[in-house]
């Protein structure tokens, strides 16, 4: 993962430490805007579509040490005419002029940086897996991991970590004990 990161020119480097640092999904922090972004109180708000044609649903996100330091940095540099932590302007073949507005497609760029760090490929939605695992491994509470990830169903999230966790890892070893007491030549001898 981090391979990739530093493979990347600055403003890349911004995008994916936004996305590892909440979790998001690519197309919340495309449209993350400033507004969106308190650097005082150290959090931000990422807004999905949980359903087709549904309303957009909050969830705030804090903001930790490394992430307030990308967002800070660009918050000075920042153009001020922009709505959005992250944009470009771009020639629009289809309206036949140049444009401004949010990232909204950057599929390629992640092809180029994993040949570039010479990792097998993979895709933008394997950063918010990382950083579920992260948190999972550091035991913090499945409800936590499922509300940054912004999960309405604790199933997803759970097939979503994909681990084995603590309460699985005591049931198996009890059948150690067993085994102990039950030993493979006993059965056959009995």
Avoid at 74 to 85: A, I
Avoid at 135 to 142: A, C, M
């Amino acid at each position: 993962m981090v391979k990739v990161v530093t493979a990347a020119d600055q403003e890349t480097q911004d995008y994916l430490w936004t996305i590892i640092c909440t979790m998001g999904r690519m197309g919340e922090i495309n449209n993350l805007k400033w507004s969106d972004v308190n650097l005082e109180e150290r959090y931000l708000v990422l807004y999905t579509r949980k359903k087709k044609g549904g309303h957009l649903t909050p969830r705030r996100i804090p903001i930790n040490n490394k992430l307030f330091g990308v967002l800070e940095s660009r918050y000075q540099k920042r153009d001020e005419s922009q709505p959005w932590v992250f944009w470009h302007r771009y020639w629009s073949r289809k309206a036949g002029e140049w444009v401004e507005g949010p990232y909204r497609d950057r599929k390629k760029i992640m092809t180029t940086l994993c040949d570039k760090a010479d990792v097998k490929y993979f895709r933008y939605h394997a950063l918010r897996h990382f950083g579920a695992s992260m948190l999972d491994h550091d035991k913090v509470p499945i409800g936590t991991v499922q509300r940054i990830l912004g999960h309405e169903n604790r199933l997803t999230t759970e097939i979503y970590l994909h681990s084995i966790g603590d309460s699985e890892r005591a049931a198996v070893s009890c059948l150690d004990q067993s085994f102990d007491e039950f030993s493979h030549t006993d059965s056959h001898t009995k």
